[in-house]
T-cell receptor
Framework: DAGVIQSPRHEVTEMGQEVTLRCKPISGHNSLFWYRQTMMRGLELLIYFNNNVPIDDSGMPEDRFSAKMPNASFSTLKIQPSEPRDSAVYFC????????????FGEGSRLTVL | KNEVEQSPQNLTAQEGEFITINCSYSVGISALHWLQQHPGGGIVSLFMLSSGKKKHGRLIATINIQEKHSSLHITASHPRDSAVYICAVAGGADGLTFGKGTHLIIQP
């Protein structure tokens, strides 16, 4: 298996623009997680899905952030409109079980909002 | 919400030394993860524990459920072990809660 695949790896955009990050989990994994990492706050869970259903989105910063998982092999994290404070590395991870499975991380999407 | 504390925050050691990184948490969990993040940024899962001890090569992870504490040990440390080591706990409806990480530097 190719592992968790994220795109884009890097994105630079201007404040106010819409940003869409994409994730393809490992085939057969039923849990998918979106994390954000910054120097100040470290790793933070934004949202996670179990069997394509969002379980907990309490980590999503505000209404500008939204995430979808239309099927078992694809998820998106959207920021609209983007702000400079959204600059971070966004990681997607998948596992066999939402709280008991080993985590497999994508390589991350580095977002810079100017 | 679980509070996860890691210690030390920063650790510099000489090649060959035995390394211990600690993680404590406040609320009972279903599993604990040790993650490694190299300067390039990628995150790799080292261990997932719910009890006892696991070993993989020079890495050993232990967990004491009663004391809500886990340790990650590195034997015969090597410069390539230099990375950030992150403890994360899973339990309840919170998904994962992360520690702030331990920055490890192994000098030749």
């Amino acid at each position: 298996d190719a592992g968790v695949i994220q795109s884009p790896r890097h994105e630079v955009t201007e404040m106010g623009q819409e940003v869409t990050l994409r994730c393809k989990p490992i085939s057969g994994h039923n849990s998918l997680f979106w994390y954000r990492q910054t120097m100040m706050r470290g790793l933070e869970l934004l949202i996670y899905f179990n069997n394509n259903v969002p379980i907990d989105d309490s980590g999503m910063p505000e209404d500008r952030f939204s995430a979808k998982m239309p099927n078992a092999s694809f998820s998106t994290l959207k920021i609209q409109p983007s702000e400079p404070r959204d600059s971070a590395v966004y990681f997607c991870a998948s596992s066999l079980g939402w709280n008991t499975g080993e985590l497999f991380f994508g390589e991350g999407s580095r977002l810079t909002v100017l | 919400k679980n509070e996860v504390e890691q210690s030390p925050q920063n650790l510099t050691a000489q090649e060959g030394e035995f390394i211990t990184i600690n993680c404590s948490y406040s609320v009972g969990i279903s599993a604990l993860h040790w993650l490694q993040q190299h300067p390039g940024g990628g995150i790799v899962s080292l261990f997932m524990l719910s009890s006892g001890k696991k070993k993989h090569g020079r890495l050993i992870a232990t967990i004491n459920i009663q004391e809500k504490h886990s340790s990650l040990h590195i034997t015969a440390s090597h410069p390539r072990d230099s990375a950030v080591y992150i403890c994360a706990v899973a339990g309840g409806a919170d998904g994962l809660t992360f520690g702030k990480g331990t920055h490890l530097i192994i000098q030749p």
